[in-house]
């Protein structure tokens, strides 16, 4: 295998054997990140002189037998949402001057720099992260690996576009309503969104409490791994949670049997789903049957919330731009100046109507849990469609939301939720499975999945 092709956990093995080294993994890595970047555009930037400074630094701690941490030589790839220091955070923006200090990373960055990992560069991402695709004023149409005519899904498109191409094994993404499993579902790839506040996040999202960091990488173990970095508590994060009871490793090899799993194929018939999207999740939730899982097919109480999440997100987005001039306002992309408008024109008792709406859901969800230790539903009822739209032609609806039922209810509940690729559709294209569990039991999450990826339950090579 090239080493492009390799996870996290084998790149450490490697080096940890003397096989190969940080500098040779990186030098391939950006290599192929520079080859892949003319057809699906998954960067901003590449920080090449940067990376491979620090691989350099991490294949002499592994020459002395002392490596940084859990992630040292790791080649890594950030979101263009997160603070990475001494590089311009644009977040899809022309709004955004790349001319200020930039001395400050993000928590999660912060962490794997603490753990030694290796910095590739910037992804990319719609502007301010705001919807379900990946295309931006500032740096245009980010593609999907499997068909370039195709979205990557977003918003964090970009590193799911590199992971799932050999470029860095892992990436730091966010996750407001979808924004990790939606790519990492298009893509082919495992993307979690971890329980609210168990990544720290700062600066605050405009999106409030909606808005998670999380894994995209090619198999859950090397998302534990990630999350055993990430997932520890930061000052500057006032809602972030104590420190995890446990490695997410270290819980991944306890499997599913037993487990009480819910399986809801349409959130009982609220949605409509691609019969080839349907059959291989259905195929997956059987295998998970074998391995010892109790699975019922059933459905929470999930009236749809999509009203209440747009006075939530459409309401951040009003907030983020309140103070830009008319100029900063004809740099935005039309769509999210579009929806700031419709967020201004929310009172202050509509938006706290929302918050009853996800209250009661959340109430809902955890009484659901008491009963079910998983819940199991598609990630998404398609697989990608055109590159460079919103939503899909003829499909009617108005906005990203209309296409991702799954995946915003569970940002609203604070759930920790997971995409895990099961198949493929007539035309080659990744479908995904999400797992869903309740609050705080983000390694049921990442046991689930493992346990998928161990039994060959998931496509080869993903």
Request: net charge neutral; proline share 8%.
């Amino acid at each position: 295998m090239e080493l492009t092709d390799l996870t996290a956990v084998q790149l450490l093995d490697g080096y940890r054997k003397g096989e190969f080294g940080p500098v040779e993994a990186t030098r391939a890595t950006l290599e192929r990140a520079a080859r892949i970047q003319p057809e699906v555009n998954a960067f901003v930037r590449l920080t090449e002189r940067d990376a491979l400074a620090r691989a350099r630094e991490s294949e002499e701690r592994w020459r002395r037998g002392e490596p940084a941490g859990l992630l040292d030589g790791v080649p890594v790839t950030v979101k263009d949402i997160l603070l990475l220091r001494g590089h311009p955070t644009l977040r899809g923006s022309k709004t955004v001057d790349p001319n200020g200090r930039w001395d400050e990373d993000a928590p999660s960055v912060a962490r794997l720099r603490e753990h030694g990992a290796v910095f590739l560069g910037k992804t990319t991402t719609p502007e301010f992260g705001w919807k379900g695709v990946t295309d931006s004023p500032l740096s245009g149409i980010t593609r999907n690996p499997h068909d370039p005519s195709r979205t990557a899904g977003g918003s964090s498109g970009g590193g799911a576009a590199a992971v799932a191409l050999g470029a860095g094994p892992l990436s730091l993404g966010t996750d407001g309503g979808g924004s990790v499993r939606i790519p990492a579902a298009f893509c082919g790839i495992f993307g979690l969104k971890p329980t609210y506040g168990r990544v720290p996040l700062y600066p605050p999202s405009a999106f409030g409490t909606l808005s998670h960091v999380g894994p995209m990488t090619r198999n859950a173990a090397d998302a534990a791994l990630l999350l055993d970095v990430i997932g520890v508590p930061d000052s500057r994060d006032w809602s972030a949670l104590g420190p995890a009871p446990g490695s997410f490793v270290a819980a991944l090899g306890a499997g599913v049997r037993g487990l009480r799993v819910a399986y809801s194929p349409s959130l009982g018939g609220q949605v409509a789903v691609r019969p080839a999207v349907a059959a291989a999740v259905r195929r997956a939730v059987e295998g998970l049957a074998g391995l010892g899982a109790y699975v019922e097919e059933t459905d929470p109480d999930l009236t749809d919330p999509v009203e209440a999440f747009h006075t939530l997100w459409f309401g951040g987005a009003a907030r983020l731009t309140q103070r830009f001039t008319p100029h900063q306002r004809e740099l935005l992309d039309p769509g999210l100046r579009e929806i700031c408008a419709q967020g201004a024109r929310y009172s202050a008792l509509d938006y706290l109507a929302a918050v009853d709406v996800r209250m009661g859901l959340g109430r809902r969800m955890g009484i659901f849990h008491d009963t079910y230790d998983l819940l199991v539903t598609p990630t998404l009822p398609i697989t990608a469609f055109e590159a460079g739209a919103e939503v899909p032609r003829g499909s009617g609806h108005r906005r990203w939301t209309g296409w991702t039922p799954f995946t915003y209810p569970f940002n609203l509940t604070q759930q920790p939720a997971a995409t895990v690729p099961v198949g493929a559709d007539e035309d080659g294209l990744p479908v995904g499975l999400q797992l869903v569990a309740a609050r705080h039991r983000d390694d049921l999450v990442l046991r689930a999945a493992h346990a998928l990826y161990e039994a060959g339950l998931t496509p080869a090579g993903s």
